[in-house]
Nanobody, 121 residues
C-alpha cells in the first residue's frame, strides 16, 4: 500500500501565504509525476500544479506567478508554496502521485485525503 499525507492547510487572510506538504510512504519503487489538485464547494476538482521527477513544473493559469511547486525525490515529498492568496483559492487541496509499487511493479494513481485551505477577504 502507498499513502499520501498532506499537511499545512488552514485559514489565512487574503494576500497571505501558506505552504502545503505531502509525503508519500509505503512500498514505493518509484514516483513519476506529483501534483496538487483542488476542489472548491460546488465545483469540479482541478489541477493546480504538477511536476515530473526531473521535469519542469506546470501550473494552472489562475495560480501562475503566485504558487510554486517543488519536490524532494529523496523524501518522496512534494510541496506547494502559495503566496498572494485570494478568496477564490479557497478549496480542499489534494496531493496526487503516480506511483510504481514494489508489490506489483504496476503504475498506480494515488490521492491524499485532502487539506482545507480557507482564504478570508
Amino acid at each position: 500500500q502507498v499513502q499520501l499525507v498532506e499537511s499545512g492547510g488552514g485559514l489565512v487572510q487574503a494576500g497571505g501565504s501558506l505552504r502545503l506538504s505531502c509525503l508519500a510512504s509505503g512500498r514505493i519503487a518509484s514516483i513519476n509525476t506529483m501534483g496538487w489538485y483542488r476542489q472548491a464547494p460546488g465545483k469540479q476538482r482541478e489541477l493546480v500544479a504538477a511536476i515530473a521527477t526531473f521535469g519542469s513544473p506546470n501550473y494552472a493559469e489562475s495560480v501562475k506567478g503566485r504558487f510554486t511547486i517543488s519536490r524532494d525525490n529523496a523524501k518522496n515529498a512534494v510541496y506547494l508554496q502559495m503566496n498572494s492568496l485570494k478568496p477564490e483559492d479557497t478549496a480542499v487541496y489534494y496531493c496526487n502521485a503516480g506511483v510504481v509499487t514494489t508489490e506489483t511493479y504496476r503504475y498506480l494513481e494515488v490521492w491524499g485525503q485532502g487539506t482545507l485551505v480557507t482564504v478570508s477577504s
